[in-house]
Structures are given as structure tokens and as C-alpha cells.
């Protein structure tokens, strides 16, 4: 992509988050897709001049970026906040070591759980690393604010957090491109004693960490980007991130602290603000971690105490916490009908589940788009904890258990989820003598963030060719005897692959493959959809079973049946609609043989 001469663009904050780290001569970034985060690479990849990739997980990828900051690049690491649990370790340890060129995390935290099993508060990490962190407002801040923790890094020789929310990530605003700079040049310097931690080394730079926090603290002080808007000083507000924009809108006249450097505080800013106002209050989304530092400070506050701790803040709560009386809710819905979330027409993993939920087994169940099959009809998952947890959770299960829980434990996670934190799991399942099933869903790609590659999908981030991961042969390397390979779409053969496997004297492996639905390359197949002959339904339901969201139900009274020609016990007929993809699940179960390939289609 060439230099932009527009004068402002109409940016997302994840775009914002990718051109800014392109403008400050980022040239080696590495992620795992998560939302709110995902979109931010897959910007970045976009650009000329730069090297960009999906890794298996969100720890791998802090580590190519750690090695690419070590010879002296700029590097990014993008990920979810559950994905900094995942690249904690290396996270910590890089605190000590530092950087050479620099080193930036963006770290985008889920408040409301839009999309995620948590409501983790990555600022706490910013705490416990003791690393600076930076928290923009807008697309326009989250542009500049890149271009400023890459200063700060290599500064300060630390790596540097960025954090945004949902509401940042994904809204859009007016940002002003600037020049890129020129990237540094690269090179092998070989330094152990800042580089290799052995204890001798890491308590030597234990304290060169204590004076570098010490350094940021003074730099807060002074950092542009923590700004008092003085206003009415009987009531002050300190604030940071998108909450700034809502405090903003509920009390405009208000005096106001905005933190863009969120960590470490500018202690005696605040306490020459607080010294101001007669009131404060502190609003932040989830964890009360502004709150809890300027109490500790001795600063009288009132935060968690009125304003919720739980869920996404917006206007009209912070109004109606402060003042007591309601407020317009800018955020209030539109009536439209429920849309419960279900798996796409057409999806591999229906016919997987449908198997599953007709035998008695107990299924740990993991992230991904498959996750659905917890909902009803299928019901066909029993837990779900975190990436790559179901096979750890099976093994567990089956250890407690013994021989009475023998063939009821399965394990289902996806593809990219199994390259993610699978592989280990299984190794540990295969290698302590677990009985359980693993269920690899291959549907060729990570689904549920929008069809992003993986080492099993054959392409990289960038669009090149790449070497597919042999999951039969990687599960049969790591000592799994019994591996079968099926078409979830053909029910009869997963039934019983499925009930093989689970018999299996020992741990056993099915892999369930078929590509999702919504990718390009299948959409372009002619599929012949299906429809349903209504003279022919017998009403018997079974077709509902499998929860596709292109059959639906029509109930009938009594009096409309006999009119029909319906017998007693039929109280309706059921339609599929012209979103069918033509997988062919409902025709395999309907017994009267009323659904078939649509005549028109065949013609």
C-alpha cells in the first residue's frame, strides 16, 4: 500500500491500530485471531513492506516478535485478552529482558463478553509485568498512540501494552495519516547478560526494572496524552479509554482527568486534581484498577461503589449511577425479533453433533464456532473452559472415573484450536494412558473469527502457499493407534466411527473433516439445494432435530389438519427455506422421504 496523501480517513480503531503501526515502522507482526482484535492484522498484512503472520498461539507469537525485537526490528503482537493468559509467560520474562527495537502488545479485552468466556481486565497485567500501558478513546488516538509506545520502547528499553475494548476496536472515526518512518535496520548483536535469563542475570535486571518503573512514573507526569479538562470543580471525574467519551457526553461541564498512559499512574497529577475537586468519582470499565491506586494514594474516591463492575458502561449508566435520575439510553435496542446464534446451513460440524447427542457420552467441549453445539436441539456439549482445554478435561475426567467412565468421555475442539493448545494435551493424554476420545473438527480454517488460515489450512496470513499440518500423521507420530478420518455430513459412517473410537481399548482419534460453508471456494460448488415435498411430511419432527437454522416449523389446528388430510397425531408440516446449502443432513433423517433434491434445481 503506497503513502496515503488523503487528508483524514474514515478508520476503525483496529485499522487505526494497523496503520499507525505501519506509520512507525513496524515491519514483523504476529498474532492469533480473536475478537475484538482479529481485524488489526489482517489490516496490517495489507501494507508493503512488512512480514506478517497467524501463529499457533498467542505465546508463540509474542515470541517471533520478542526474536524480531532482539534484531532490532519494531514488532507487534496482537491478540484477545484470554490470549494474554496464553503469551503470559514470555510476557513477564521480556519485562526483564527488554528490547532493542521496539515491542508492542495490543491487547483488545471484551467487556459484555460480546465475544468471549470472560471479562478479563488486561490492565492488571500492566500492573503485575510492570510494564507501561496505553489505553486510546478512538480510532484517532489509537493511530497516534501506536507511534508513541514504539518511542516509549525503545526509550525506555521495555516492552509496551496497548489496550482497547470492544467499542474502541471496532467503532470508526476520522483519522489523519502521516509519513511513515524510516524502519531501523537490523542486525545480530549478541548481549546474554541483558538477554539469558539465568538467575544471576534476571536479579541483575530486577533492579534495572525497578529503575526503569521508576523513570515511566516521572515520564507519566509529563506524558501529553494525561490531560485535566478543567470544568466545574465541585464534581471531577478521572477517567481513560472509551469511558473518557461517555463521561464526556453525561457531564460536559464537568472537570475531567483523562489517562491515556494508564500505567504507571501520574501520582501527582492526581493529587493535585483531586486537591481541586470537591467530589470524585473514577469511572472505568470491569476491574476498579484506576480506583484501588488513588485510594492507596489516600485520595477519597467513589467509584465501583455506584458505577458496575460487570458488563459494557455507556452514557446513560454513568448518568443515572451519578445522579440518581434517568437519563436518555442512547443504546437501547431496536425491537426486532430474538436471533439466537446457531451453526450456518450447511455446517460441517451439525452432523457431528447431531451423532454425538444420540450417545451417552460426556462431552468437553472447546472455543470455536462449535461451541454452539451446546445449544438446543443438539445439546450435545458438557463443558467448555478455554482454548484447548477439552482434551486436558477429558484426560482429567477419565483419571477420576476409571473404568466406570469408560467409553463416555470425548473431547471436540477444532482445527486451529488444535494447533493452538491441543497438540500438548494430547501428547499428555497418549503418553499417561488416557481412554478418551479426541474429535478433530477440520472444517479447513479458523471459523469462527472470520476465516483466518492456520497451520492446518495450507496458506499464511499473506496469502502464500503453505505446508498443511498432516493431522493423521500427527496424531499417529505422537502414539495414537486407533484414527479414523470421516465426512461429518454422512451420518450413518460418523455414527459409527465414532462409536469404534470410543470403544477403543486405549486413546483413540476421530477426525472430522469437511470444509465450512461460508468459504469462497465452496460457495462457488454448485450444491443442489433441498426442499420438502408437504404432501409427503408426516410431521414427525425428525428433520428439527438437527437445528438448521433453513428448516423452520408450521403448526396446524386440529381443524386446519383435517382439511389437510393430516392423520390425529400430525400437528404440522415443516418448510426449508432458500438459504439451504444443500448438505443433505435433514433428507438422511427423514424417514416418510418428503425431503428431496429441489425439482427445479435437478431441471
Not at 529503575?211 to 515520564?219: A, P
Not at 470425548?410 to 494435551?425: E, K, Q
Amino acid at each position: 500500500m503506497s503513502e496515503n496523501s488523503i487528508e483524514k480517513l474514515w478508520l476503525s480503531g483496529n485499522e487505526a491500530f494497523a496503520l499507525g503501526a505501519y506509520e512507525a515502522g513496524v515491519t514483523v507482526a504476529s498474532g492469533y485471531p480473536g475478537t475484538p482484535s482479529t481485524e488489526i492484522l489482517e489490516n496490517f498484512a495489507q501494507y508493503d513492506g512488512i512480514y506478517t503472520e497467524w501463529a499457533p498461539n498467542e505465546k508463540v507469537a509474542l515470541e517471533v516478535t520478542i526474536g524480531a525485537s532482539f534484531a532490532g526490528a519494531r514488532a507487534l503482537a496482537t491478540m484477545k485478552h484470554v490470549g494474554v493468559n496464553v503469551a503470559a509467560d514470555p510476557l513477564f520474562t521480556v519485562s526483564y529482558t527488554g528490547v532493542r527495537g521496539g515491542l508492542v502488545i495490543i491487547a483488545a479485552d471484551d467487556p459484555e463478553m460480546h465475544s468471549s468466556q470472560n471479562e478479563q481486565d488486561t490492565r492488571n497485567y500492566a500492573y503485575a509485568a510492570k510494564l507501561p500501558m496505553f489505553e486510546p478513546s478512538d480510532p484517532a488516538e489509537a493511530r497516534e498512540f501506536m507511534k508513541l509506545a514504539y518511542d516509549i520502547s525503545e526509550i525506555y528499553d521495555t516492552p509496551v501494552l496497548v489496550r482497547s475494548t470492544t467499542r474502541v476496536s471496532h467503532v470508526k472515526g476520522r483519522v489523519k495519516p502521516e509519513t511513515r518512518e524510516t524502519p531501523p535496520e537490523t542486525s545480530i548483536q549478541k548481549d546474554p547478560a541483558k538477554l539469558v535469563m539465568l538467575p544471576a542475570n534476571a536479579r541483575r535486571r530486577r533492579t534495572i526494572l525497578e529503575d526503569r518503573h521508576e523513570s515511566l512514573v516521572q515520564f507519566s507526569e509529563s506524558c501529553y496524552h494525561n490531560r485535566i479538562e478543567w470544568g466545574d470543580r465541585k464534581i471531577g471525574f478521572i477517567t481513560s479509554g472509551i469511558s473518557y467519551l461517555y463521561t464526556k457526553e453525561a457531564f460536559p461541564e464537568a472537570s475531567i482527568m483523562k489517562l491515556g498512559m494508564i500505567y504507571p499512574f501520574p501520582e501527582k497529577m492526581i493529587r493535585d486534581f483531586a486537591e481541586e475537586i470537591e467530589k470524585l468519582y473514577i469511572i472505568e470499565e470491569l476491574d476498579p484498577f484506576i480506583e484501588t491506586h488513588v485510594k492507596a494514594m489516600g485520595i477519597r474516591c467513589t467509584g465501583k461503589k455506584l458505577i458496575p463492575a460487570v458488563g459494557e458502561l455507556n452514557t446513560s449508566i454513568i448518568k443515572k449511577a451519578i445522579t440518581g435520575k434517568g437519563a436518555p439510553d442512547l443504546f437501547t435496542p431496536a425491537e426486532i425479533p430474538m436471533r439466537p446464534p446457531n451453526m450456518c446451513p450447511g455446517c460441517p460440524h451439525r452432523g457431528l453433533f447431531y451423532c454425538l447427542s444420540r450417545l451417552d457420552v460426556f462431552v468437553s467441549g472447546d472455543i470455536g464456532c462449535y461451541t454452539l453445539g451446546f445449544l438446543p436441539p443438539l445439546s450435545a456439549m458438557d463443558s467448555c473452559v478455554c482454548m484447548g482445554a477439552s482434551i486436558g478435561v477429558a484426560h482429567g475426567m477419565a483419571k477420576a472415573l476409571g473404568d466406570a467412565g469408560k467409553e463416555k468421555i470425548v473431547a471436540v475442539l477444532g482445527d486451529s484450536t488444535f494447533c493452538h493448545s491441543g497438540i500438548t494435551g494430547l501428547v499428555n493424554m497418549v503418553y499417561n494412558k488416557s481412554y478418551a476420545t479426541v474429535i478433530i473438527l477440520d472444517n479447513r480454517i479458523t471459523g469462527m473469527t472470520g476465516h483466518q488460515q492456520n497451520p492446518a489450512s495450507g496458506k499464511t496470513l499473506m496469502g502464500e502457499p503453505a505446508h498443511a499440518i498432516d493431522l493423521e500423521a500427527l496424531c499417529q507420530a505422537v502414539g495414537v493407534k486407533h484414527i479414523a478420518t470421516v465426512n461429518p455430513l454422512q451420518l450413518k459412517q460418523t455414527k459409527k466411527a465414532l462409536k469404534e473410537a470410543i470403544e477403543h481399548d486405549g486413546p483413540s482419534v476421530v477426525i472430522a473433516r469437511y470444509p465450512c460453508a461460508l468459504l469462497p471456494e465452496e460457495k462457488k460448488k454448485k450444491k443442489t439445494p433441498y426442499s420438502l415435498q408437504r404432501e409427503d411430511c408426516n410431521g414427525c419432527t425428525s428433520c428439527l432435530r438437527i437445528g438448521c437454522p433453513s428448516i423452520s416449523w408450521t403448526p396446524v389446528t386440529p381443524e386446519e389438519g383435517a382439511k389437510l388430510g393430516y392423520k390425529e397425531k400430525q400437528k404440522g408440516y415443516a418448510q426449508i427455506s432458500e438459504t439451504c446449502n444443500g448438505c443433505g443432513l435433514c433428507a438422511q433423517l427423514c424417514k416418510s422421504k418428503a425431503i428431496c433434491k429441489t425439482k427445479e434445481a435437478q431441471a
